[in-house]
């Protein structure tokens, strides 16, 4: 008994098919131009995510008198410390570039640091933008 004519035998098709495959993938390659495919490889695992750095602390400008203040500017004003250094530190200004900006001379400021005069300190207080009852 042999196989019949016009039904192929099952190895002849797996054969037949491997051939065609090859064929067809020889045909894709000279029609786009592009490298045969190699075998497919295991992904790669995805690269960390770099850690952006925290954004350095600023002082944002105090719109009214409900304005939160980091815990070390209230230490500092309870501890006597000048409030007119404290919140000029915290702004992050020299005593020159606060006196600029207020409009005072710099030796008023370094006296207002001292102690105050309430019109200085009211220009103070609106260069900082802050109520001038935080400086008291």
Not at 84 to 91: A, K, S
Not at 124 to 131: G, M, R, S, T, Y
Request: net charge neutral; with cysteine; charged share 30%.
């Amino acid at each position: 008994m042999g196989t019949e004519k016009g039904v192929p035998s099952p190895e002849t098709d797996s054969a037949r098919d491997a051939k065609m495959a090859e064929i067809l993938e020889k045909m894709r390659v000279l029609l786009t131009g592009e490298q045969p495919q190699a075998a497919p490889r295991a992904p790669e695992p995805p690269k960390p995510t770099p850690v952006a750095e925290p954004p350095k602390p600023c002082a944002p400008a105090a719109v009214n008198d409900r304005d939160q203040f980091p815990h070390t500017v209230a230490d500092r004003l309870m501890a006597g410390q000048s409030p007119v250094q404290v919140y000029r530190e915290y702004r992050g200004m020299t005593r020159e570039s606060l006196a600029r900006t207020a409009g005072i001379n710099l030796e008023t400021l370094a006296a207002l640091e001292a102690g105050f005069d309430m019109i200085v300190l009211r220009k103070i207080a609106e260069a900082l933008k802050i109520d001038v009852r935080r400086l008291l």
